[in-house]
């Protein structure tokens, strides 16, 4: 398990994990995810994480990496 100390439907444990579930949420939806569905994926995971008290912020490094997903690193 990705987040070993939570119960799998125990959002806000899951949201806490933040170097752990939430990384692997991230690069998994970068990496099976079209462009167009990144920032959905994106989202509804932070929305989720919000929803339980566990608000995440967009780094630079996820916004770096939805727009090399999308071939729009400059």
């Known amino acids: 398990s990705l987040a070993p100390q939570c119960s799998p439907s125990d959002g806000r444990c ?12 991230n690069h998994c939806a970068r990496d099976n995810c079209p ?24 780094s630079a490094g996820l916004q770096r990496m939805a727009r090399t997903h999308e071939g729009l690193d400059v």
Request: charged share 15%.
């Open 14 to 25: 899951l949201c806490a994990a933040r170097t752990t579930f939430v990384a692997a949420f």
């Open 35 to 58: 462009a167009r569905d990144l920032a959905a994926a994106q989202s509804a995971l932070a929305n989720a994480c919000a929803a339980v008290g566990q608000p995440l912020r967009r």
